[in-house]
């Protein structure tokens, strides 16, 4: 089992920056593909970026590609998602989610996912 709480979302203004926290809760986190998908009102939760188990790889939605960073650091079971330039087609609920997958960018590959946090960018 993996429990998965995210913090860093909020307000900020379009070119403005977030970073987003993702702490995992369980042994076996090093173990899993983490992603980060969103959700924006009235549409579908869609994925924004994944890294896998040991950092070595990273994938993003093209949206968001030079803007987004993904990372992790197994050492304190969090993952971290830096947002930079800012855009308010970005706003949405933000959420993370842990899996045994080869398929990152799929959101019903992932097993766990946090409760959410919301990023409003305003114009």
């Known amino acids: 089992q993996v429990q998965l709480v995210e913090s860093g979302g909020g307000l900020v203004q379009t070119g403005g920056s977030l970073r987003l926290s993702c702490a995992a809760s369980g042994r076996s986190f090093s173990s899993y593909i983490m992603g980060w998908f969103r959700q924006a009102p009235g549409k579908e939760r869609e994925f924004v970026a994944a890294?896998?188990?040991?950092?070595?790889?990273?994938y993003y939605t093209d949206s968001v590609k030079a803007r987004f960073t993904i990372s992790r650091d197994n050492a304190k079971n969090t993952v971290y998602l830096q947002m930079n330039s800012l855009k308010p087609e970005d706003t949405a609920v933000y959420y993370c989610?842990?899996?045994?997958?080869?398929?990152?960018?799929?959101?019903?590959?992932?097993?766990?996912w946090g409760q959410g946090t919301q990023v409003t960018v305003s114009s």
């Open positions: 890294i896998s188990w040991r950092g070595g790889n990273t």
């Open positions: 989610a842990a899996g045994v997958t080869l398929r990152p960018s799929t959101l019903s590959a992932y097993d766990y």
